[in-house]
């Protein structure tokens, strides 16, 4: 069979007649996908497996109980033949063949007059494959096809600019351009313009298209970060213009991130949002360095709090792990403040900076030597503080 032989098209079945001779799973399954399409279904079957039964006592199909005759083309823009009897799929499509009706035939491509491809659909994007009469083949190149448009490998973006623009929250994970989602990552390839942060996966942005703006909001020149005020401002004046923002961020969005407010603000300003969350360094980046926040045994549960916020409140429980974001500058008063609330200074605890990075360092002590461990070390930001028994898991601190 030669591909130059076939013309691809889509038809359009939404309240066209379709008939469907058969009844076993083959057939099913082509009356689910044609029913989604809107198409109305008349099955020609002595027996049928139960959901085509179900769905003929619900009225969705018109169930002609007994084998096929030639009037049931009558009025059928499409046919799909799927009895296991070889002769009687041939007298459909001979018949088809005379009505001038596209006949779709079970197991014999080449006695076809038409092929039903692969689909992939992404939002509004749908790609056929066919596979020279090889549905399997088909299948396969689908799949990888809907893979790489899932993952954002392939150019989704629209090419004419929507009326109304977008915001899309995205939470980058905590550095590692694998660790970003999928979703994330199609958004971006569909993005006009990416607003980042200092700890955003930044080694994605090398695979934008050289059109793409990208908005720095980590830093001003001065060093100054965007004050968040500004950052809203920018996210709504870009969206306002008819462009797809995508806001990168370290992280998850919620989690110590301000994601909150940002959405609050699209919403306020009545445009759409999206929320995508992400790998949040306050698990991952423990578990970079082989700390696990919950183990049976160990640790029950976990707090997530900034290195100087709500200390007097935390379980002060050897099983209960404090997890600290950002502050590692001033990890001594937090530390002196924890010990005045009732913390074990034996407790274990490490600090993890820069992690999934290639220079991650982890440093173990205990809750009474860990500030002035890593300052020794001269630790600094990003880093992420694990303080409870859960931290003797960690490789470092068995071979301290
Ligand atoms: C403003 S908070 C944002 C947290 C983010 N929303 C999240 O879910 O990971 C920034 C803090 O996250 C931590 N952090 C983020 N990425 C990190 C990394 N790769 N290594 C160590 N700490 C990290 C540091 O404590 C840093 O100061």
């Not at 006949?103 to 006695?111: E, F, N, R, S, Y």
């Not at 905590?174 to 979703?183: A, C, E, K, V």
């Not at 992280?251 to 790998?279: M, S």
């Not at 306050?282 to 640790?299: D, K, N, Q």
């Amino acid at each position: 069979m030669e591909a130059v032989d076939s013309l691809p098209l889509t038809l359009r079945v939404e309240g066209r007649r379709v008939l469907v001779v058969g009844g076993g799973h083959v057939a099913t399954r082509r009356v689910l996908s044609l029913l989604a399409a809107g198409a109305r279904l008349t099955v020609v079957s002595p027996a049928v497996t139960a959901t085509l039964a179900e769905l003929a006592a619900d009225g969705a199909i018109d169930w002609r109980q007994r084998r096929y005759e030639r009037d049931d083309l009558d009025g059928a823009w499409l046919v799909q033949t799927a009895t296991d009897d070889r002769r009687v799929d041939d007298r459909v499509a001979a018949d088809a063949e005379a009505a001038c009706t596209w006949c779709l035939k079970g197991g014999d491509p080449g006695g076809a007059t038409a092929w039903m491809p692969a689909v992939a659909r992404v939002d509004d994007v749908a790609v056929a494959v066919s596979g020279g009469g090889d549905a399997g083949r088909a299948s396969r190149l689908r799949d990888a096809v809907a893979s790489a448009l899932q993952s954002g490998e392939l150019p989704l973006r629209h090419r004419t600019h929507h009326p109304g623009g977008s915001v899309a929250l995205v939470g980058g994970g905590p550095g590692g351009p694998d660790l970003l989602t999928s979703r994330g990552r199609r958004l971006l390839a569909e993005a006009d313009v990416v607003v980042v942060d200092r700890l955003a996966p930044l080694a994605v942005l090398d695979e934008l298209s050289p059109d793409v703006e990208v908005v720095d909001v980590g830093k001003l020149p001065e060093h100054h970060p965007t004050p968040q005020d500004r950052i809203n401002e920018i996210l709504l004046e870009q969206a306002r213009a008819g462009r797809r923002v995508v806001r990168l961020k370290g992280g998850d969005p919620y989690v110590l991130g301000r994601g909150g407010e940002e959405r609050l603000a699209c919403e306020a300003a009545g445009i759409p949002v999206e929320v995508v969350p992400g790998v949040t360094s306050a698990i991952a980046v423990p578990a970079a360095a082989g700390i696990p926040v919950t183990h049976r045994g160990v640790a029950a549960g976990f707090s997530v709090v900034t290195g100087h916020e709500e200390l007097r409140e935390l379980p002060a429980r050897g099983d209960h792990t404090l997890v600290l974001l950002m502050g590692v500058k001033r990890l001594a008063t937090t530390v002196a403040e924890l010990v005045a609330a009732g913390h074990d200074p034996e407790r274990p605890a490490a600090v993890v900076e820069r992690g999934f990075r290639p220079d991650q360092r982890v440093t173990v002590a205990t809750l009474a030597t860990i500030a002035e461990r890593a300052g020794a070390v001269g630790a600094s930001s990003p880093a992420v503080t694990v303080i409870g028994d859960v931290v003797r898991l960690a490789p470092a601190w068995t071979e301290r």
